[in-house]
């Protein structure tokens, strides 16, 4: 009578996890380069070399802190994740094509020394690095981060008003067409401009599972709402409102980061839904006609609070008595 075959394995008694993803961070951030990369050359067709001299030298001086900081704080030096990478890209497409480069090292550093090392490294930052650096840099330098500091696409490139800053002073006279806000053909940050080029990354994002369509629909779709309604009803308005700016860039690759954003699916809406309430109040009623940076890093500031009440109950868990 044949016995029956058991696999060695089958009895085998081990600690969680018991499922593990193939993903590694370094596969992850490539998939984020990857997807930027249509919003840089877009940046580069635009605003000239000048984009990929700023990025490069983000990028240079970002991952020159990753490895000055693990080294300082007796680290593994993890470099080859990408991740300082990734956040030397996102910095420079939050600055002008015209930003110093001694700016905008000083922002890498900061971004990577003070954002995210001082609060433990990848995965314990709790605020997105890059728009921490952006608002510093904001803080610290605003001529230099707005008005003459942004350039009118072409090659006789003259100081120019972003399209929000436009719309907020009541120039509608000297708004670009919606087509030229979609394809990224105004005065704005190297890589917020194009809406076509950012969404082109997104969908790549989308498919490669890195992110979920939750906080970015949520998002957008929150201030196409209320931009509607406060703008008088007016839909050339609400769209004006989604396509300027960096509600795209902001939506998609920032409200997304893995390390200062909900955990849960519910939780990720609500990120989506308040960064898009605070934008919108901000771009109507603040003294700074952008709103999208300093959105997020309040949401990511609320994301502990919100992953609190989201978090679904323990298999098991017992509820608690009143």
């Known amino acids: 009578m044949g016995g029956i075959m058991l696999d060695s394995t089958m009895f085998r008694v081990t600690s969680s996890p018991h499922i593990r993803s193939g993903?590694?961070?370094?596969?992850i951030m490539l998939d984020v380069i990857i997807a930027l990369l249509p919003a840089l050359f877009a940046g580069i067709y635009y605003f000239g070399m000048r984009s990929l001299i700023v990025t490069l030298v983000s990028v240079v001086f970002a991952v020159a802190a990753e490895v000055a900081m693990q080294k300082i704080l007796k680290r593994p030096?993890?470099?080859?994740?990408l991740s300082a990478v990734v956040t030397g890209i996102l910095l420079a497409f939050n600055v002008p094509s015209t930003a110093p480069l001694w700016m905008v090292a000083i922002g890498s550093i900061f971004a990577i020394a003070?954002?995210?090392?001082?609060?433990?490294?990848?995965g314990h930052n709790f605020i997105n690095p890059a728009l921490a650096a952006r608002a510093m840099l904001l803080a610290s330098w605003p001529v230099r981060m707005t008005s003459s500091a942004f350039l009118t696409p072409g090659a006789d490139a003259v100081s120019s008003a972003t399209p929000l800053a436009a719309l907020s002073s009541g120039a509608l006279d000297t708004l670009p067409s919606i087509m030229d806000l979609f394809v990224g053909n105004v005065a704005g940050c190297i890589g917020e401009t194009s809406a076509l080029a950012l969404l082109i990354g997104g969908l790549y994002l989308v498919y490669?599972?890195?992110?979920?369509?939750?906080t970015p629909v949520a998002y957008i779709g929150t201030v196409a709402i209320l931009s509607f309604i406060l703008g008088g009803f007016d839909p050339y308005i609400a769209i004006y409102h989604v396509l300027a700016g960096g509600l795209f860039l902001g939506a998609i690759f920032m409200a997304t980061d893995y390390s200062?954003?909900?955990?849960?699916?519910?939780g990720q809406i609500i990120m989506g839904l308040g960064a898009g309430i605070l934008t919108t109040l901000i771009r109507f009623y603040g003294a700074y006609p952008e709103g999208v940076s300093?959105?997020?890093?309040?949401?990511?500031?609320?994301?502990?609070?919100?992953?609190?009440?989201?978090?679904?109950k323990k298999f098991g868990e017992v509820k608690k008595s009143a």
């Open 23 to 27: 993903e590694t961070t370094q596969r």
């Open 260 to 266: 200062s954003s909900p955990m849960t699916a519910k």
């Open 114 to 122: 003070v954002a995210k090392h001082c609060f433990g490294g990848l």
């Open 77 to 81: 030096v993890t470099v080859n994740d």
């Open 208 to 214: 490669r599972g890195v992110i979920s369509l939750r």
């Open 294 to 312: 300093y959105s997020i890093l309040l949401m990511n500031v609320a994301t502990p609070l919100i992953d609190r009440f989201t978090m679904p």
